[in-house]
């Protein structure tokens, strides 16, 4: 049987080697990019540092971005089948007690993932858009894409550490957080931006404009 195909980064390094983490993660991967599933806790977790899920949390939250924005929309980048981005808007809905609640954007390179989290979103009213995109690429400027057409509020990010230092990943993350956006990220961390606040217990870390 032929070696599957390895993409390189822009050091001409293997992207996403498992045999460079420190522990297996649970899920399965390609030669693109790994499916590491996120527990129904660490959505919830995440939530709470995000300050997502309840009324009288997002009052008290709000970032500088998110009051001239409005109600919250959350990204999750590398959404795989959307079942974490499903979760995280149907818990936010659920303690929303009547004010607007979050939409969400999930982006994958997978057509495939983003189909079936599209039509997962629909048969359970969740109010998300999906879309298909390369963003270690970054042809088209996903930051802007993000900020100037979708009004993201808080991303969600869960990328190994050979991600997260790819030029194009940071320099994503870097302008998201300087204009205001909300960035948690969960076990891996972008040494480049400064932490506002961390859920240690739950490998939880968050970055947003005013760290």
Known sequence: MAEPE??????????????????IPF?????????IETSAGTMRAAAALM????????DAGLTSL?????????????????????GLLDHI?????????????????????IKKASTRSISEGINAIWIVYDFNNDEE??????M???????????????????QTVRRILTR??????????YKFFPAYLTPARCDTRMELMLYDETS
């Open 6 to 23: 390895t993409m390189n980064d822009d050091n001409g390094l293997p992207l996403f080697a498992f045999q460079d983490l420190d522990y």
């Open 27 to 35: 899920g399965y991967g390609t030669t693109t990019a790994p499916y």
């Open 51 to 58: 300050r997502l899920g309840a009324s009288q949390d997002i």
């Open 66 to 86: 998110e009051q001239k924005s409005g109600p919250a929309v959350v990204c999750d980048l590398g959404s795989g089948d959307g079942e974490f981005l499903i």
């Open 93 to 113: 809905d659920s303690h929303a007690h009547g004010v607007t609640a979050a939409r969400g954007i999930g982006i994958d390179y997978d057509a495939e993932l």
């Open 141 to 146: 400027d996903l930051a802007s894409l993000l």
């Open 148 to 166: 100037n057409t979708h009004h993201v509020t808080h991303v969600f990010i869960y990328l190994v550490p050979k991600q997260l230092m790819m």
């Open 176 to 185: 998201l957080c300087a204009s205001g956006v909300v960035v948690c990220c």
